[in-house]
Nanobody
């Protein structure tokens, strides 16, 4: 059973960089052909795919967030991370790390609330 767990600060100030880490257990992040995604849901809105890092280390980003987003991984710890720069209150959301393959998502973390406020 694959499990994903998000971790990181729950509160960020505007203009700062949001950093979240997802720790994966029960499966390796280098296993072909999975991609490891970050998805968020702002209050009262739908899910928004932010980006992913694939099993081979390739990265993919939402065009609308690409200029502010960076996804990396630490294979020795079986973790992948999200950095979102220059945050504003509009980045307030529940952030999920998610395993995906061939366009579908099968395992989700429980989600972590991030609030951007001064």
């Amino acid at each position: 059973q694959v499990q994903l767990q998000e971790s990181g600060p729950g509160l960020e100030k505007p203009s700062q960089t949001l950093s979240l880490t997802c720790t994966v257990s029960g499966g390796s992040i280098t296993t072909s052909y999975y991609a490891w995604n970050w998805i968020r849901q702002p209050p009262g809105k739908g899910l928004e795919w932010m980006g992913a890092i694939a099993y081979d280390g390739s990265t993919y980003y939402s065009p609308s967030l690409k200029s502010r987003t960076s996804i990396s991984r630490d294979t020795s710890k079986n973790q992948f991370s999200l950095q979102l720069s220059s945050v504003t209150p509009e980045d307030t959301a529940v952030y999920y790390c998610v395993r995906g393959r061939a366009g579908s998502f099968d395992y989700w973390g429980q989600g972590t609330q991030v609030t951007v406020s001064s």
